[in-house]
Structures are given as structure tokens and as C-alpha cells.
């Protein structure tokens, strides 16, 4: 059985009080990480229960109150804590009152681990900020060494990042590398062997799970909110100017906000600020935006061809360096700089390192970078490459929501 990396962080959260509140992209392989800590704590003869919201008898019992919940399980009892995993808390009518009472009455009797498909509708259904009472755990698509595991290729996560890789290995994580920038992170589509089908199965994710973030949030004009996925991939780390694209696409820029806030609300999109000492100017200026997958940037891009052959390569290795770095870091954390003069560095991670990003070292020229490194003496600026990009040491370890 192969487990996401955030297994072990839930299964040490089940000690608390705290909700632990599941948040991601549609299938990520919450509702299975949840199945997994279910099963063990069956095994383990725990009072473990797993219920979900799409099931509409359940929904409509706890819709009406939230003591209902109790026709669904046993009642509590004080010899016994029961651990309660709900799925796809978004369906309930007000979420955050359910969530608030049980925690309020019952939070000595009663765990609950719940999941959202979306913090965008969480965040539009949870009137009560829960503050104090949840702990929120993030899973995105596998990161690179999840998709490792899950190639059961365990005994070459040690060498990742961590300087000089051993050559007996080199040919096969180049081998990996380019499967996984080319086809992203989603558990289903890793396993799946045939290219054939793995585009198959990021079109249904395209055309069917994002296409039902974009209806439970009411987005009255899909085609565009497609077009605009699109137009991001295309332009991905470049800035991005909501008011150029709403022309591009006949939309009022506060609808092509919306839309992006939905992009990154649904873990699609990840906004990323510009650096500067001033916090003022980075609100102020143009964010960059990358895709929180791969696999999906390459879908509306429409192109998955050989990484060496693509035009776009550059751009699409830039995007995988920057979810290595997201991997590891708060979104906040990861900015980049520019001037008015076109100078600019890729990244700059936790104002403390630098990096830019090139698909190979000769496009590399250290002149461009003088005015960064001139006035950030301080922050050490790096160059990753496709050579170097399992070598390189990050920094930070990787962060498990």
C-alpha cells in the first residue's frame, strides 16, 4: 500500500482535540488517506467511523441538525473516543457551525478529521473562522519524492538534493524527471503506465473535476474560464495582468480576478509576489502565477512532447522548480525580483536565497544579475538547470502540511 508523506503528520494528529481539517485539489487522494488511517484504526480495534457528504441521505440528516449526526453513528460514549472521518464537508449547507457545535459539546468524546475538496468553498461556507479549533492540512498532487515512492523507487530518495548525484543512478532519475514534468503528480496518473492513457486521465481531471470547481462556484462563462487556463499556461512565470488578459478575453478584469482566485483557491494556481524591502510595493505590483501540477499545466498547454524538443521548455522547467520550491515553503516565502529595467532573478525564497532557474547553465550569464547581487549582498542568488535540479541543495526540507 503506498501512503502520501501527510499520513504520518494526521496519524499524530489524532492525539488532538483539534479538527484536522483536509484541504486540495480534487483528487489528490484525500478521501484515501483518509480510508487508510480508518483501516488502521479498525485494526487496532479504535471506535473509527467514515462517512461522506456525497452520500445524500447522510447530507440532508446533517443538514438539519447537527445532532443528527447521531442517527448516522452510535451515540458517543465516555469509555470510548470516537474518531470521525467526514468527507467532502463543503456539501453541508453551513459546515462551520456542524464543525463548531460537535467541537464545542463534544470535543472530549469525539475526533473529527474532515476533508474539503476546496478552500474556496470552505472559505465562502465557514462564517466562523474556527480559530483555536482546527488545524489545516494541505495536500497538493505527489511532490517529487512522493512520485518516487510511488514508482517504488524508495532507495533513490536519499540522493535527492543533497549535492553530487552517484552516476549508477543519473540515467534513471533523468528518466523519472522527465516523466514526472511532463505528466505531474496526480496519484492515479502515476501509476498509470501507458502515455496514452495518461493523457486520458488528465483530461477527465481537466474537463470534469476542474470543470466542477468552476460550477459550484457559479462561473456563468466556462469557455473562458477554460480560455483563461490556457492563456496561464501558456504564460507561465510570467506576470501576469489581469486587465490585459480581461481584454484578451472580453472580461472585466475583477471577473478574470475572480476567476484566478478561484484557480488558487482550488489549488490549481499559485500567486507569486515580487520581492522588495518595501511590503507596499509588493502588493502593488504584478504577481507571477505557476500550476500547483505539471501534468495539468501541459493539458492546457496542450502539448506533452519530449521536454528536450519543446519550445516551451525553459517555461515548463521553471514551473517544476518552482513547485520543488512550494514543496518546502509557504507560498509567501517564494517571490521573485525585477526592476523597471527588465533585470530579474526567478526566485527568491524566505528573503534569504536566490535562484535562477535555466533549462540548461550556458543560458546563464552572471552579468544580467550584477544589480541583485550588488544590492542583496546578503541573500546568496543560485543557478538551477536541468543538470543540476535533483543536485542542488534547496535549503529547507520538505514541508508536510
Known sequence: MKYRFLFSNLKNHLSKKQISLIVGARQTGKTTIMKQLHTELMKNNEQSFLISLEDPLIKDLLNQHPEKLFEVIPPLTESKRTILFIDEI????????????????????????????????????????LAGRKRLFKLLTLSFEEFLMFKEKEELLPYINKGKLPYIYKAELNKLLNEYILFGGYPELVEETNIGDKKTILSEIANTYVKKDAEEAKINYTEKFYDLLQITAGHTGSMFNSQSVGKNLQLSYPTVDRYILLLRKSFHLTRVRPFFRNI??????MPKLYFNDLGLRNYFANDFSPLILREDKGTLFENFVFRRFLDRNDELDIQYWRTQKMKEVDFVIGKKNAFEAKYSAEQYKPGKYKEFVNKYPEIPLNLIHIANALEIELNQPLKYY
Request: glycine share 4%; no cysteine; hydrophobic share 25%.
Open 280 to 285: 507596499g510595493k509588493e502588493i502593488r505590483k
Open 90 to 129: 463543503q456539501y453541508l449547507k453551513d459546515p462551520s457551525n456542524f464543525l463548531k457545535y460537535h467541537y464545542d459539546k463534544y470535543n472530549e468524546n469525539i475526533k473529527l478529521i474532515v476533508s474539503g475538496s476546496s478552500s474556496f468553498y470552505i472559505d465562502t461556507k465557514f462564517k466562523d473562522s
